[in-house]
């Protein structure tokens, strides 16, 4: 297949990218390299640098690489950010994502995987959380992500378009080649790395009085390769979906004190710690249920083992000090 992926050179995006070109695709990796970085792309991807926004763009790579397929990565993603400027989020991910959904109306482009978020919920009612859980986004990122949620199920009424809505929850690990880079950096893992190669002082755990056992953030994290695969299954099975959602998770949290402790185990690096605030649109708790996806796509996580999922990020980490600058 000629499939587009947009925000390829993102954590996500790239290593999804990467998959589809091993398995044999012909990838376009589009994004606009404000978040992401070039050397991110995927061996054997071509890369194309422009905005979701500029139509006509999209409308001329479409046309010459003959695209069939859209995974689309691109998005604002900081949840702080997401509060304090939330005008940058509904542009990006909502009129960013709308002028794609024109393009594809327009073309003709009947297939879409939407890499959604577990921040839809909001704070859950039941954990784990189904995916006919009410959504609630309590910040501006999850409400984005569920407007297009929405939009998607109106446009294949309306267009045709059949697409898979992937609400994944904490993304994490790293293959060889690809790791976690951004800036600033607000990810568990990459934070507590930092802290135990020393680089930048003291861990910052945000809020020690959640209603959790041991009062810190429970979260459920899925490595990246498998995450990448429940997007390339979704994709493979589109003409039977109409417009779908799954939720990508383990099915088992952590909170962050446990994971510290994980860290401080396979790194052998004891970690200074400091408790500070809140930060705002952080519910306690997000672990999924991933039953749909295991039931209709057959979907097993075989990468997200927690220790496995550190240890690779840590390798990945110690081989990239600088990210990909080096």
């Not at 088992?252 to 052998?268: D, M, N």
């Amino acid at each position: 297949m000629n499939i587009l992926v947009t925000g390829a050179a993102g954590y996500v995006g790239s290593v999804c990218a990467a998959e589809l070109v091993r398995q044999g695709n012909q990838v376009v990796a589009y994004d606009n390299l404000s978040a992401g970085h070039r050397q991110a792309v995927a061996g054997g991807a071509r890369l194309v640098v422009g905005d979701i926004a500029d139509t006509e763009k999209l409308k001329r790579v479409c046309r010459r690489y003959r695209i069939d397929a859209v995974m689309h990565f691109a998005a604002s993603a900081l949840v702080e950010e997401s509060v304090r400027n939330p005008h940058l989020f509904y542009s990006n991910n909502v009129s960013g994502t709308i002028a794609l959904l024109e393009v594809l109306t327009s073309l003709k482009i009947g297939r879409l995987i939407f890499s959604s978020s577990a921040a839809v919920y909001g704070e859950p009612r039941i954990v784990p959380i189904p995916e006919d859980h009410p959504t609630s986004p309590v910040n501006p990122y999850g409400e984005t992500k569920l407007v297009i949620e929405r939009a998607l199920a109106w446009y294949h009424k309306a267009y045709g378009i059949q697409s898979a809505a992937l609400r994944y929850f904490n993304a994490a690990g790293a293959t060889a080649e690809f790791g976690e880079d951004h800036r600033p950096e607000t990810h568990l893992l990459p934070r507590l790395f930092a802290a135990a190669s020393g680089s930048k002082g003291a861990f910052h755990i945000y809020g020690d009085d959640y209603p959790t056992p041991d009062g810190t953030c429970v979260r459920d994290f899925v490595h990246v390769l498998d995450i990448a695969q429940a997007h390339i299954l979704a994709l493979h099975s589109l003409s039977k979906l109409g417009a779908r959602i799954y939720n990508v998770g383990h099915g088992k949290g952590h909170s962050i004190r446990a994971v510290l402790k994980a860290v401080e185990e396979i790194t052998g690096r004891k970690l200074e710690v400091q408790v500070s605030g809140r930060r705002p649109g952080d519910p306690a708790v997000l672990v999924a249920t991933a039953r749909r996806l295991r039931r209709e796509l057959k979907w097993q996580p075989r990468h997200s083992d927690l220790k496995h999922i550190i240890q690779s990020a840590w390798v990945w980490m110690q081989n990239h000090p600088k990210g990909y600058r080096n």
